[in-house]
């Protein structure tokens, strides 16, 4: 008899919290970059060359993503991680001496390598410790793993500037969390090589070919991608643009726009993760798709701080119920041996939204366009996603889902 670990009753498990535990310490690593552009100026970078560097880790990632993916299991996934941790230990202690442009593109490249591969690891690895029935909520952690860092860093790199030289100090600083990090992996190493030991085998092992080409002329998964890169495509335009609007509309609070709307996103996903497999994950995403598009068309007329804050709070409850639901419906959907592959692809969406949105984002408005244009067109496109999952939805009761590996 085989047992498989993702059909498993409990969710929390030692080998789930752990991994979370690791991905928070990880994640706390690149939520200090927050104000890596104005580190760059502050050490005489040209201007021209900024905002080029500080894209450069995510393009990184989005290059390398899609090589690392199919790469990695459940067999290798561990110690990929304790070379990617080693790896960016180092490279946070080299920001402090390498303050030229060319430095900077190999240490930007070399951060962004080394932070695929753990994410990637990390992913391929806690996917084998979510049961199935509990996809929603497993994913519902993961994201809040992945959030804290993010409302918490930010905050303590601001307490810690009047103590220091100036960010690098911080950079090398916080490889001390990359410690527990490692010692959580090095204690878990051998419990997951006994649960694994359990796994069906083809479950564990590297993914063929053919079974990757298979994953991907499935309609499903294709068009779970594409809801994955448009929602991602929409969310760095408020991520890079929001602060420019309200800088231009006498919104002088900006900080607390994603201040709020992390806090609801944790506070939803730490509260509604015990229902959010208890819902028809397909309606809700395309309810709150729905609510998502009249949000980002409302972005444009946003006058004032109170205003401001009310629509920070509306856009972190559309995120917070889409996000999660949105990993847990591909779950689903995925053949066991390619959930992990699939969580990955997800996260390829992701780093392709985060590169072509700047981007995009930027010519327009050199064009003339305004930032209020730009969350016009992510309402567009958010209306589309709704489509798109209608679509899904009638493909959900008509393909059968593989649940055993062939």
């Known amino acids: 008899m085989t047992l498989q670990t993702t059909d498993r009753q409990r969710l929390f498990s030692i080998e789930f919290v752990m991994l979370n535990l690791i991905i928070f310490f990880s994640f706390c690593n690149m939520a200090v970059f927050y104000s890596f552009f104005d580190y760059l100026a502050r050490i005489s970078i040209p201007s021209d060359w900024r905002g080029f560097l500080v894209g450069l880790e995510p393009m990184s990632a989005f290059l390398l993503r899609l090589a690392a993916a199919p790469l990695l299991h459940a067999k290798n996934a561990a110690a990929a991680m304790i070379a990617a941790l080693i790896l960016i230990m180092g490279v ?72 220091t030289q100036n960010e690098a100090q911080i950079y090398r600083g916080v490889t001390i969390l990359a410690i527990p990090a490692l010692l959580l992996l090095l204690l878990l190493r051998k419990r997951l090589n006994n649960a694994l030991s359990e796994v069906e085998g083809v479950l564990v092992k590297r993914p063929k070919i053919d079974e990757i080409r298979t994953n991907l002329k499935d309609p499903r998964i294709c068009l779970l991608l594409l809801v994955n890169l448009f929602v991602y495509l929409s969310y760095a335009t408020v991520f890079y643009f929001m602060k420019g609007y309200a800088a231009a509309n006498s919104i002088t609070e900006v900080g607390w726009f994603f201040t709020i709307a992390t806090i609801v996103m944790i506070a939803l996903r730490l509260g509604g993760g015990l229902f959010f497999d208890k819902i028809d994950k397909t309606r809700i995403l395309q309810v709150f798709m729905l609510l998502l ?114």
């Not at 303050?99 to 070399?110: C, M």
């Not at 496109?381 to 590996?405: C, D, Q, R, T, Y």
């Open 92 to 163: 946070l202690c080299s920001y402090g001496w390498v303050v030229t442009v060319p430095g900077l593109i190999v240490l930007r490249v070399i951060h962004g390598a080394a932070f695929v591969l753990l994410v990637s690891a990390a992913m391929a690895l806690v996917v084998h410790f979510i049961p199935k029935d509990k996809s929603g909520q497993g994913f519902g952690i993961i994201s809040v793993s992945v959030l804290v860092p993010y409302a918490i860093m930010p905050l303590i790199t601001e307490s810690l500037k009047g103590y």
């Open 293 to 406: 598009a009249p949000c980002f068309m409302l972005f444009g007329h946003m006058n004032g701080n109170f205003m401001f804050f009310l629509m920070a709070g509306y856009y972190g409850l559309c995120i917070g119920f889409i996000m999660p639901l949105l990993n847990a419906t591909l779950f689903e959907v995925s053949a066991p041996q390619l959930r992990g592959v699939n969580i990955n692809l997800a996260l390829f969406a992701m780093d392709a939204g985060f590169f072509i949105s700047p981007y995009l984002g930027g010519v327009l408005i050199a064009s003339g366009r305004s930032v209020a244009f730009l969350f016009n067109l992510c309402a567009g496109i958010i209306f589309v996603n709704l489509v798109v999952l209608v679509l899904f939805e009638g493909l959900k009761s008509s393909v059968p889902n593989e649940s055993v590996a062939r």
